[in-house]
């Protein structure tokens, strides 16, 4: 058996556990470097520059790829048939319940429910900056979607059907989205004991939604890839913008507006 063979069938829960582990780690790092109360503020602008630059090269080296047809997508299909033919059942039922927690619908009632909560507690510039980076990240998908009109990969099996271009993902978008935001958010109001779980979590959650994408055979792993780096950058742009109208959520200082 290759090795893709195994990690999409015998070896496919490890894999994911792998994955989640990765993913945890990176949230854990960037929290830390994003943390308000432990940068000083011009660091802390470094970071946020340094991850909109690195975001959007990221999303461009995979988009040059995808356009070219390059090797990347010769990997993205092998790795798309592989799954076909060895994923199992009942990992792919597991998953298709996993993978609802990027549904537009679901994320929709989320998104509505905390913008609600912005709007009741007078917390304006943060109501703002909740709708310019989820609404806004889920209108430069369309808008990416439409430009590159990449198609998806077959998925034959049953346990979820999707409709329209593939490059990037939509689900992985929106998780990145709003469970990014979210933790951004409530990390500015937790204590600084409860952060590192914060970052965490949310890094897991966003990355079990990519995975699932990918393991069901509706999205490329370069189109979840390309999805997380654009939208990681949108949302630290938003970020930015948000902080330079008021200070960053901290939970020893005053109350932002």
């Not at 989640?20 to 660091?43: M, N, Y």
């Not at 998953?95 to 509505?112: E, K, S, W």
């Not at 439409?146 to 978008?173: D, I, K, M, N, Y």
């Not at 952060?195 to 949310?202: D, E, N, T, V």
């Amino acid at each position: 058996m290759t090795t893709l063979e195994l990690i999409a069938g015998r070896y496919a829960g490890f894999a994911f556990l792998a994955w989640l582990a990765g993913a945890c780690a990176l949230g854990l790092w960037v929290g830390r470097l994003l943390d308000a109360s432990r940068s000083i503020p011009a660091r802390r602008t470094r970071v946020m520059a340094a991850l909109i630059v690195g975001g959007v090269a990221v999303f461009g080296l995979i988009a040059a790829n995808v356009v070219t047809e390059s090797r990347l997508v010769a990997v993205d299909k092998v790795l798309a048939e592989s799954l076909a033919e060895h994923a199992s059942p009942a990992w792919l039922r597991f998953l298709a319940v996993l993978t609802v927690a990027g549904d537009r619908d679901f994320l929709l009632g989320l998104g509505t429910l905390v913008l609600a909560l912005l709007l009741w507690r007078r917390r304006w510039y943060d109501a703002l900056l909740w709708l310019a980076g989820t609404l806004g990240a889920a209108g430069l998908n369309v808008l990416l979607k439409s430009t590159f009109q990449r198609v998806r990969p077959e998925h034959l099996h049953g346990f979820t059907q999707e409709l329209g271009w593939s490059f990037p993902s939509g689900h992985a978008t929106g998780a990145m989205a709003v469970y990014g935001m979210l933790a951004y958010l409530l990390a500015g109001l937790a204590p600084p004991a409860w952060r590192k779980a914060m970052a965490m979590s949310a890094a897991g959650l966003i990355a079990a939604v990519g995975y699932s994408r990918v393991m069901l055979q509706v999205h490329f792993l370069s189109d979840v890839i390309a999805a997380f780096a654009i939208t990681a950058a949108w949302l630290m742009a938003c970020v930015a913008v948000r902080e330079r109208a008021g200070r960053p959520l901290t939970p020893s200082g005053p109350r932002s507006p």
